[in-house]
C-alpha cells in the first residue's frame, strides 16, 4: 500500500515569506507526527494530531509554525516569516492507535532551504 | 529529562564484517526502543522494536538488537555487513507517560561499507 507522502519535496523561500508543507498519512492511521531535522541531527518533534485534534504542540519552536489537520486526514504544516534558522528536513510520520502508536511510519520529508 | 545518545558519529565496516551501533538512553523507568535507517533523500524506515519481552529482538535486513537494562543500551548489531546497508541509523526512544507524545531520536551514526 500506499506509504506517507509529502509535498513538495524541495522547497527554497526568500526569508520573510511563508511556506506550507503538505503530509498525506497512510490511509486508516489516526495518529500524525510533524518532526524537523536539521542537517546532521536527529528527528526532533514538532507536533502530535490524534485524528483532527491537535493533542501536543509542545515542540513546535515559535509562534510562526503552525500546524493542522482539518478532516483528521491530511496535514498540513505552515511557516510564517521564515527565518534562516528555519532551514531543515521536516518529516511528517503516521501511525495507528494503542501501542502501534509508537512504530511511526516516515515520508520522504521536506527539505526547506530559506535563503 | 529523557536523553538518548548515540556516541558514534560515524562507523566505517568493511563489506562482510560484522556491525554494532551504540544506542544509551536515560529515562528511569523502561522505554520503548526503535532503531530506524535513513538512505540519502529517504525517509526513516523502522528496522526493529522492542516493547517488552524477549530482550533481544530480531528485524529486517538481518539486523538485531539488544536490550540490556542494567547498561540502559539497546545496540544495533548485523553478523555480516552488505554494501547497501550504508546509510544514517538513528536510535528513538518512546515513554509511556503521560504528555510524551513523541519518540526522542538519538543524533544519528552514519555507516559507511568500504568493499
Known amino acids: 500500500g500506499a506509504g506517507v507522502s509529502q509535498s513538495p519535496r524541495y522547497k527554497v523561500a526568500k526569508r520573510g515569506q511563508d511556506v506550507a508543507l503538505r503530509c498525506d498519512p497512510i490511509?486508516?492511521?489516526?495518529?500524525l507526527f510533524w518532526y524537523q531535522q536539521a542537517l546532521g541531527q536527529g528527528p526532533e518533534f514538532l507536533t502530535y494530531?490524534?485524528?483532527?485534534?491537535?493533542?501536543?504542540k509542545s515542540g513546535l519552536p515559535s509562534d510562526r509554525f503552525f500546524a493542522e489537520r482539518p478532516e483528521g486526514s491530511v496535514s498540513t504544516l505552515k511557516i510564517q516569516r521564515t527565518q534562516q534558522e528555519d532551514s531543515a528536513v521536516y518529516l511528517c510520520?503516521?501511525?495507528?492507535?494503542?501501542?502501534?502508536?509508537?512504530?511511526?511510519?516516515f515520508g520522504p520529508g521536506t527539505r526547506l532551504t530559506v535563503t | 529529562a529523557q536523553s538518548v545518545t548515540q556516541p558514534d558519529i560515524h562507523i566505517t565496516v568493511s563489506e562482510g564484517a560484522s556491525l554494532e551501533l551504540r544506542c544509551n538512553y536515560s529515562?528511569?523507568?523502561?522505554?520503548?526502543l526503535f532503531w530506524y535507517v535513513q538512505s540519502p533523500g529517504q525517509g526513516l524506515q523502522l528496522l526493529l522494536k522492542?516493547?517488552?519481552?524477549?530482550?533481544l529482538v530480531q528485524g529486517i535486513k538481518g539486523f538485531e538488537a539488544e536490550f540490556k537494562r542494567s547498561q540502559s543500551s539497546f545496540n544495533l548489531r548485523k553478523p555480516s555487513v552488505h554494501w547497501s546497508d550504508a546509510a544514517e541509523y538513528f536510535c528513538?526512544?518512546?515513554?509511556?507517560?503521560?504528555?510524551?507524545?513523541?519518540?526522542?531520536f538519538g543524533t544519528g551514526t552514519r555507516l559507511t561499507v568500504i568493499p
Open positions: 510520520a503516521s501511525s495507528l492507535a494503542g501501542l502501534a502508536w509508537y512504530e511511526q511510519y
Open positions: 490511509s486508516g492511521h489516526v495518529s
Open positions: 494530531f490524534q485524528n483532527e485534534a491537535q493533542l501536543d
Open positions: 529515562y528511569g523507568a523502561t522505554p520503548y
Open positions: 522492542y516493547f517488552s519481552g524477549d530482550t
Open positions: 528513538a526512544v518512546g515513554f509511556d507517560q503521560t504528555g510524551a507524545n513523541n519518540l526522542f
